[in-house]
């Protein structure tokens, strides 16, 4: 057997799995088709930490949701992820609306959801003075925060890995079957640079850990005659300025509807305003591009809770597929019949906030199927990523003289410096694509977009990874940003 567990997907149910896993003694291995962990729809969402008072007792999404935000804040404490507990508001706009509050707080109290309140309309103002003026009343969740969903997924990874998880990136698995010992996994190794490159690969485990996102249903299929469907429902979001990120303190939702919570409000944990996403079923699983048609539903002046919206202040738009499973729930167990076969699929929202409850919950089965020892060695903290704009002036004084990478800034819009950059690249699972940078340290993310500091974060890969400038990438083959000389 080359691993005891093999997980297909670095996404934050993977990585969360992976680093709940590691405290075992184990031989883990952790496969993903792209360049960088977390390229799946852990990248594209909108980073809340939800309270959990919106799924249905009695479900595993109410149960893990309420679990994981409960584990959120030691977690981001260990790993050093940014976070924080703002709190967040349903928002009632209508009499009918006022009365499905009650219900979600009730829904909430029998999820076991800490600090939920209804207030009146005077109170839900006084907390947020943008909310519409048709407010009628708001459900208050204390417990309701915002997260780097980009950090919280590769924070993950690297704990594993440091707890010694391989991580087999650019390796699309395209079968896995069944042997007398465990599962044979068929998959096709990338190379970095030239498809010429490619090869087939087979690896063995004796349990195997279905956390593909999207393509869930795929592996689910080919392991049981239950046949389960995973739909990607689409959500298109407008990102502003962080010269709008106070138009709201807390997370503003619309009243949950059959196809989701609405158009959200939210500030972001980097300082920015998030307004979004639409709910839209696909066929496409790839078809992350953002619509027209969407964009204008996240523009309409009525779309959300907040009156106001300084919707010129937007830098970019992006969207993102929710993997919609057809039976209502997350699908998290042994498939019938197959022992060690694992699924982690349909981790639609909240799986974000639910996901370190997911990783206890699976390496809780793995561990009743393989009977581990505990690894001794397990070191559940991880040094923080340096943000020099957190810092106060000592700090950042004392920080540039050991180092003056950290008084170089490389991103002004976002403030990162080259010595950030140097430290995403150098930790374990380092930075290899713009995009992998930009997701760690924020350089690229800020009102021009990478217009100055793409350049310059390319001469830094280049450089620190000893690769040429018309290989860097921007996710990996295939996306360079070069495209030939003109000049020798
Ligand atoms: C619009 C939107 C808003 C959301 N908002 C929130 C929110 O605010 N809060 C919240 O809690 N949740 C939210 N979610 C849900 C959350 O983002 C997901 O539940 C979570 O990201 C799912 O993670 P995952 O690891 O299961 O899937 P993914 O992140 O998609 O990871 C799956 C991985 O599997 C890999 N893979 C697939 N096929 C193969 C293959 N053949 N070989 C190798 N690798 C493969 C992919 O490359 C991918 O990296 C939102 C989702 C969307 C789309």
């Known amino acids: 057997m080359d691993y005891d567990v093999i997980i297909i997907g670095a996404g934050v149910t993977g990585c969360a799995v992976a680093r709940e896993l590691s405290r075992y003694r184990l031989r883990i291995a952790v496969l993903d088709k792209n360049w960088d962990i977390g390229e799946g729809t852990s990248k594209a969402n909108s980073g809340i930490v939800h309270a959990g008072f919106d799924a249905m007792p009695g479900s595993l999404k109410a149960k893990l949701n309420v679990a994981g935000s409960q584990m959120m804040p030691s977690l981001a404490k260990a790993l050093g992820i940014p976070f924080m507990q703002n709190g967040s508001l349903v928002v009632a706009l209508s009499k009918d609306d006022r009365l499905h509050l009650d219900e979600l707080f009730e829904r909430g109290l029998k999820n076991g959801v800490k600090g939920l309140r209804i207030l009146s309309r005077n109170e839900a103002l006084e907390m947020e003075p943008n909310l519409s003026d048709k407010t009628a009343g708001a459900l208050f969740a204390p417990t309701g925060g915002i997260i780097c969903p980009f950090r919280l997924t590769s924070a993950m990874a690297e704990s594993a890995c440091i707890n010694g998880v391989t991580f087999l990136l650019r390796t699309n698995v395209s079968s896995v079957s069944r042997t007398d010992e465990g599962f044979r996994l068929e998959a096709i190794r990338y190379d970095e640079f030239d498809p010429k490159g490619d090869r087939d690969i087979t690896l063995s485990s004796s349990c195997v850990i279905n956390?593909?996102?999207?393509?869930?249903?795929?592996?689910?299929?080919?392991?049981?005659?239950?046949?389960?469907?995973?739909t990607p429902r689409k959500g298109e979001y407008c990102l502003l300025d962080?010269?709008?990120?106070?138009?709201?303190?807390?997370?503003?939702?619309?009243?949950?509807?059959?196809?989701?919570?609405?158009?959200?409000?939210?500030?972001?944990?980097?300082?920015?305003?998030?307004?979004?996403?639409?709910?839209?079923?696909?066929?496409?699983?790839?078809?992350?591009?953002?619509?027209?048609?969407?964009?204008?539903?996240?523009?309409?002046?009525?779309?959300?809770?907040?009156?106001?919206l300084p919707m010129?202040?937007?830098?970019?738009?992006?969207?993102?597929?929710?993997?919609?499973?057809?039976?209502?729930?997350?699908?998290?167990?042994?498939?019938?019949?197959?022992?060690?076969?694992?699924?982690?699929?349909?981790?639609?929202?909240?799986?974000?906030?639910?996901?370190?409850?997911?990783?206890?919950?699976v390496a809780d089965i793995v561990a009743g199927i393989l009977k581990p020892e505990h690894n001794p060695d397990f070191v559940g903290e991880l040094a923080p990523l340096t943000y020099m704009k957190l810092l106060g002036a000592e700090e950042q004084q004392a920080l540039t003289k050991?180092?003056?990478?950290?008084?170089?800034?490389?991103?002004?819009?976002?403030?990162?410096?080259?010595?950030?950059?140097?430290?995403?690249?150098?930790?374990?699972?380092?930075?290899?694509?713009?995009?992998?940078?930009?997701?760690?340290?924020?350089?690229?993310?800020?009102r021009c977009q990478g217009g100055f500091c793409y350049p310059k974060v390319m001469e830094i890969l280049s450089r620190e990874l000893g690769i040429p400038m018309d290989k860097?990438?921007?996710?990996?083959?295939?996306?360079?940003?070069?495209?030939?000389?003109?000049?020798?």
């Open 211 to 230: 956390a593909a996102g999207l393509y869930a249903d795929r592996f689910h299929n080919m392991m049981s005659e239950d046949k389960l469907t995973i």
């Open 312 to 361: 010129k202040e937007v830098i970019t738009s992006f969207a993102g597929l929710r993997p919609c499973g057809d039976r209502g729930d997350f699908v998290i167990g042994e498939i019938p019949g197959q022992p060690g076969f694992i699924d982690v699929a349909a981790i639609e929202s909240p799986g974000l906030s639910a996901s370190p409850a997911i990783g206890v919950m």
């Open 472 to 488: 860097i990438t921007k996710k990996g083959r295939g996306s360079e940003i070069l495209k030939g000389r003109i000049k020798e």
């Open 402 to 446: 050991k180092d003056p990478a950290y008084g170089n800034v490389i991103c002004r819009c976002a403030s990162v410096s080259e010595g950030e950059i140097l430290e995403t690249i150098r930790r374990p699972l380092g930075a290899r694509t713009l995009d992998a940078v930009k997701r760690r340290t924020g350089a690229n993310m800020g």
């Open 242 to 308: 962080v010269t709008a990120g106070n138009h709201v303190g807390r997370t503003v939702f619309r009243m949950p509807s059959a196809l989701g919570k609405g158009i959200l409000v939210s500030p972001t944990i980097h300082g920015n305003l998030l307004v979004g996403p639409t709910a839209t079923d696909l066929a496409d699983k790839e078809g992350t591009f953002t619509t027209a048609s969407g964009l204008a539903a996240v523009n309409a002046p009525e779309a959300s809770a907040v009156k106001n």
